[in-house]
């Protein structure tokens, strides 16, 4: 821990360019067989998914969400959200990649030039990976962070220091969330420091780092030319948040999958029964998470429809509509993965509590991730737009 984290450099084959949301939707069940193999090892060794990262970035899948005009399909966000649910289904630090990028992709879409967003989105249908660093200081005093864009001739000095900076030991670029600009800087550029640094308990091997500035220089056009767009209604946020959901799914899909294997291997306590899975109590106990998760599932589907109606049509009104429905799925689907994860154990007892089988994952995974955006702070907003007209406030978190 607290080592600089040097990129993997390797000359990149260009990514496959996907045709469909179908062929998208297969891939990404195709590489979560995969990558889930592994996974248990990965978080119990912190090993970094370096190779499988590589693999992501060869598949096509970090350029679903770019423009049609641009090379990409445009995908829908339902699709978008529930391609993240199988991917985190697998392994939810590498879907956190794919979140941060997805969610910065939006910020280029929304502020970036008509130059800027061909040059950028190029490079993310060439198979880049955008990593993400913001300036709030998030809650609790956690993360941090310190950064400051200053004027000099014709371009700007960057330096500061940033905890927390999501997926970007994976980046070949960052993009800074700085308080009155936004800025996306190659990973390579001089001045650039990335420790790996990371300790949560959970989502061990996302890549999350500190980023550290040292006056680093930035032509005019690093940073994005309509910043006062940004400041305007968007979904920039609802992305982020929706994508998030995707990975509280997963982690709640994963963690009843594994109830369930359990379940019908494991010997009953009672006489009468062979095994665990008849006994009406735990088949209730299952179905109830079940029914949770379908119901979840839903909740994300429909908050994705609400993100591509403000797409289109950019109102306030869309996108505060769309801001409700995604805090109501992520509220939820936050709930089933921390109750899926706690029923793993209720029901598997002392067995599942082997340090070797690794199945506290889903619940350090949950909790961790759960972390990002509060149920309760998000009842306030909620509850304050419904009671006193104001707005959802934007995200502390990329």
Same mark, same amino acid.
């Given at each position: 821990?607290?080592?600089?984290s040097q990129l993997h450099e390797r000359v990149r084959p260009p990514a496959h360019r996907i045709q469909s949301e179908e062929e998208a939707l297969e891939i990404a069940r195709s590489l979560a067989v995969g990558f889930a193999l592994q996974a248990s090892d990965r978080d119990i060794n912190r090993v970094l998914p370096y190779d499988e990262i590589e693999t992501l970035s060869q598949s096509g899948l970090f350029g679903i969400s770019v423009p049609s005009e641009h090379g990409g399909i445009d995908i829908s966000n339902s699709v978008l959200a529930e391609i993240i649910a199988i991917l985190a289904?697998?392994?939810?630090?590498?879907?956190?990649?794919?979140?941060?990028?997805f969610h910065v992709l939006e910020a280029v879409r929304t502020g970036g030039s008509e130059e800027q967003k061909s040059s950028l989105f190029a490079r993310v249908m060439a198979g880049d990976r955008f990593g993400s660093v913001s300036s709030d200081a998030g809650t609790g005093g956690a993360g941090q962070s310190d950064l400051q864009l200053t004027h000099d001739g014709l371009g700007y000095r960057l330096n500061g220091r940033s905890f927390h900076s999501a997926s970007v030991l994976f980046s070949d670029w960052i993009v800074m969330f700085i308080a009155d600009a936004v800025a996306v800087v190659p990973r390579n550029t001089e001045g650039v420091q990335i420790i790996d640094d990371w300790d949560g308990f959970g989502q061990r091997t996302s890549g999350n780092g500190t980023t550290i500035l040292h006056n680093i220089y930035l032509n005019v056009d690093a940073v994005?030319?309509?910043?006062?767009?940004?400041?305007?209604?968007?979904?920039?946020?609802?992305?982020?948040?929706?994508?998030? @959901? &995707?990975?509280?799914?997963?982690? %709640?899909?994963?963690? =009843?999958?594994?109830?369930?294997?359990?379940?019908?291997?494991h010997p009953s306590t009672d006489n009468s029964l062979k095994h665990a899975a008849d006994d009406?109590?735990?088949?209730?106990?299952?179905?109830?998470?079940?029914v949770r998760i379908?119901?979840?599932?839903?909740?994300?589907?429909? @908050? &994705?429809s609400k993100?591509?109606? %403000?797409?289109?049509? =950019?109102?306030?009104d869309h996108v505060i509509d769309a801001a409700l429905s995604v805090a109501a799925a992520q509220t939820v689907t936050a709930e089933i993965a921390m109750e899926a994860s706690n029923t793993l154990f209720d029901l598997a007892g002392a067995s599942s509590a082997r340090i070797g089988l690794n199945l506290?994952?889903?619940?350090?995974?949950?909790?961790?991730?759960t972390l990002h955006d509060p149920a309760r702070r998000t009842y306030n907003a909620v509850g304050n737009y419904h009671l006193n007209g104001i707005k959802p406030p934007k995200s502390s978190s990329p």
């Open positions: 821990m607290g080592t600089v289904g697998a392994d939810p630090s590498i879907a956190q990649i794919l979140q941060t990028h994005l030319s309509h910043h006062e767009k940004l400041e305007q209604p968007s979904v920039i946020d609802s992305v982020g948040q929706l994508t998030h @959901a &995707g990975i509280n799914l997963g982690i %709640a899909r994963s963690a =009843l999958a594994t109830t369930i294997e359990l379940m019908r291997a009406p109590l735990i088949i209730t106990r299952v179905g109830e998470i079940a379908e119901a979840a599932t839903a909740m994300v589907e429909r @908050a &994705g993100i591509d109606a %403000a797409q289109i049509n =950019l109102t306030e506290d994952r889903h619940w350090r995974n949950a909790r961790i991730h």
